[in-house]
Structure formats: structure tokens, C-alpha cells
């Protein structure tokens, strides 16, 4: 292995020492943490091998910017961001561009505007959170029927206290 291919933090695997992390790199030797202890190693010379998956992108087949695009979507997803454009054909016309104020009581500091489609991306958000919640509860194996009532009346009482936000919605089978 070439010591340009590795990098600080990666998994490797050696014929001797098995799975290690690479500590430090020179311009000839890395540094590699195994169980026994730190090594100073030549990775072309030791069979240092990677431990994890490796990509190679030659002879790629897909064009470049829908590699990106679908790698972009799938970290996206991954991190469990939601654009707030999506949800906005779910909101009620009259909501539309408009704004939440909240004003403290104290008349020294300032208020706080946000554009309601945040608000209400935020709202279906945790709507759709308490639907997966809810659905896992049910299926789950290990609880038992009782259990599984007295967890579900929280649920029940969690979307009886979100229906103050049910205007928001257009159609009411996106309601709480």
C-alpha cells in the first residue's frame, strides 16, 4: 500500500499485527496503533492493507454531478435534514409568507419574528416523529399489551396538545 493512500485515523490490517489505526504518518513510514502497541511500519514493504471499503472512481459510468447530487441526497437524508419547501403544499394558503412574532415581557428586549413556514416544517416534523414513535411502540416485540397502552396514552397526550396547531394544516388528514 502506497503511503499517499492512507491518512490519519484510517482502519488497516497487517499479516502480523492485524487491525490497527493509522496515528502519524512521515513521508516513508506511518505510524499504525495495533493492539499490542504502537508501530512505526513502511506500508508498501509490511502488506499494510485498508480495513475498510475503498471507492475508485475511474471508469465511472454516471456523470459526475448525479454522483454528487445523489451522494449529497443520501447525506442529506442520513442526517435527518428536511427542506422546509417540502412541506409548505401541507400549509394552509392563508399562512402563506407570513410571520410568527413573539414578543417578551419584558419590553427591553426584542422580539422574535419567524417565517411561519419554519414554524409549521418544525410542527409536521415533530408530527411525523410521533407517528414513527408511535409505530415502533406497536410493533414492538418486547413489550407487553399493557405496556404498550400505558406508553401509547403519553403519545395520545402528546398529539391531543399539538392540535392547537391543526389551523395550519390545509387538509385535515395532515392534522394532529
Same mark, same amino acid.
Given at each position: 500500500?502506497?503511503?499517499? +493512500?492512507?491518512?490519519?485515523? &484510517?482502519?488497516? @490490517?497487517?499479516?502480523?499485527?492485524?487491525?490497527?489505526?493509522?496515528?502519524?504518518? $512521515?513521508?516513508?513510514?506511518?505510524?499504525?496503533?495495533?493492539?499490542?502497541?504502537?508501530? $512505526?511500519?513502511?506500508?508498501?514493504?509490511?502488506?499494510?492493507?485498508?480495513?475498510?471499503? &475503498?471507492?475508485?472512481?475511474?471508469?465511472? @459510468?454516471?456523470?459526475?454531478?448525479?454522483?454528487?447530487?445523489?451522494?449529497?441526497?443520501?447525506?442529506?437524508?442520513?442526517?435527518?435534514?428536511? *427542506?422546509?419547501?417540502?412541506?409548505? /403544499?401541507?400549509? +394552509?394558503?392563508?399562512?402563506?409568507? /407570513?410571520?410568527?412574532?413573539?414578543?417578551?415581557?419584558?419590553?427591553?428586549?426584542? +422580539?422574535?419574528?419567524?417565517?411561519?413556514?419554519?414554524?409549521?416544517?418544525?410542527?409536521?416534523?415533530?408530527? *411525523?416523529?410521533?407517528?414513527?414513535?408511535?409505530?415502533?411502540?406497536? /410493533?414492538?416485540? &418486547?413489550?407487553?399489551?399493557?405496556?404498550?397502552?400505558?406508553? &401509547?396514552?403519553?403519545?395520545?397526550?402528546?398529539?391531543?396538545?399539538? $392540535?392547537?396547531? *391543526?389551523?395550519?394544516?390545509?387538509?385535515?388528514?395532515?392534522?394532529?
Amino acid at each position: 500500500m502506497k503511503i499517499e +493512500a492512507l491518512h490519519i485515523g &484510517q482502519q488497516v @490490517t497487517h499479516p502480523q499485527y492485524g487491525l490497527g489505526t493509522v496515528h502519524a504518518l $512521515t513521508a516513508h513510514a506511518a505510524e499504525v496503533r495495533f493492539r499490542e502497541g504502537l508501530r $512505526t511500519l513502511d506500508p508498501e514493504a509490511s502488506g499494510l492493507a485498508p480495513a475498510e471499503p &475503498q471507492a475508485a472512481l475511474a471508469g465511472l @459510468t454516471l456523470p459526475l454531478a448525479q454522483l454528487l447530487d445523489q451522494s449529497a441526497e443520501a447525506l442529506l437524508k442520513r442526517m435527518g435534514w428536511e *427542506n422546509p419547501e417540502a412541506v409548505v /403544499g401541507e400549509l +394552509a394558503s392563508r399562512w402563506h409568507r /407570513g410571520r410568527m412574532v413573539l414578543h417578551p415581557a419584558d419590553p427591553t428586549l426584542q +422580539a422574535k419574528e419567524v417565517p411561519v413556514e419554519v414554524f409549521f416544517h418544525k410542527i409536521v416534523g415533530m408530527r *411525523n416523529q410521533l407517528r414513527v414513535l408511535e409505530q415502533k411502540l406497536n /410493533g414492538h416485540p &418486547q413489550l407487553s399489551e399493557a405496556e404498550k397502552i400505558e406508553l &401509547q396514552q403519553y403519545l395520545t397526550r402528546c398529539y391531543g396538545s399539538m $392540535t392547537t396547531f *391543526n389551523l395550519l394544516f390545509k387538509e385535515k388528514e395532515s392534522q394532529f
